[in-house]
């Protein structure tokens, strides 16, 4: 997979992308990518899709996300239609074609949550980033030990091409996001996001803003319910 890294000085993109992105320099690793370990999606939680669109200047770009439980953890999943997929950028492939997703447990907290909010970000090419919140406004590194994740166990994930855009999976074990069963199903909230790149001076990054959603305070997070989303 590809080695990029970021550099100091950011493209003119959105002031929210360019503040998530920051707190990845240097952070990006690739490890294989093979099938989480995911349910099957019962025909509530499909019903209950959250979907975006993102517009740059040359197309516009479309997300499906869907998100369930399983019996060890939740599998969020997003498929893209894109017509034209972009995985070329050199300095970060946080700047490719990707979605991302902030975590926690429903909140109330004013910012990121420090305790429990975690940040996963994927791309058309499958190349990741995964952090945890170390204070209101900041993450700490990618794939940090402290994390203690273990690829294949309680963290997995996978992206394919498709024939419209692409399509993404990631598993995180309620273990990893330092919870038991009991005390994440049913109350695990998300906010996803999505950027549509058609090269490094064309792309444009968004979070999902239905429902009053906002990226940066946890507390707003769609809630995951046990039949996906819950927007009511």
């Known amino acids: 997979m590809k ?6 000085i950011l ?6 992308a360019s503040t998530c992105l920051i707190a990845c320099t240097g952070a990006e690793k690739s490890v294989p990518v093979t099938p989480p370990l995911a349910p099957e999606l019962s025909a509530d939680a499909q019903a ?3 979907t975006m ?9 479309t997300a499906v996300f869907t998100a369930a439980y399983s019996d060890n953890g939740i599998v969020l999943s997003a498929e893209v239609t894109d017509s034209d997929v972009y995985t070329g950028i050199v300095y970060s492939y946080g700047y490719d074609d990707n979605v991302e997703y902030l975590i926690n447990l429903k909140s109330s907290q ?8 975690f940040h996963f970000l994927i791309t058309a090419d499958g190349d990741t980033f995964l952090q945890k919140a170390n204070s209101p406004s900041g993450f700490g590194d990618s794939y940090a030990v402290s994390l203690k994740c273990v690829y294949g166990g309680n963290f997995s994930y996978k992206a ?12 995180l074990g309620y273990d990893l996001l330092g919870l038991d069963k009991a005390t994440a199903y049913g109350n695990l909230s998300v906010c996803p996001a999505m950027r549509n ?4 001076a064309d792309t ?11 990226w940066n305070n946890a507390s707003t997070f769609i809630k995951v319910g046990a039949d996906g989303y819950q927007t009511e």
């Open 53 to 61: 669109s993102v517009t740059n200047k040359t197309n516009t770009a």
């Open 3 to 8: 080695n990029k890294k970021m550099l100091a």
């Open 110 to 117: 004013v910012g990121w949550n420090g305790a429990n909010t």
């Open 204 to 214: 444009v990054w968004a979070f999902y803003g239905e429902y009053g959603c906002v």
């Open 160 to 171: 394919e091409r498709t024939k419209t855009g692409y399509k993404t999976e990631v598993f």
């Open 48 to 50: 209950n899709a959250l």
């Open 197 to 200: 790149t058609r090269d490094y």
């Open 11 to 16: 493209p003119l993109t959105a002031i929210a």
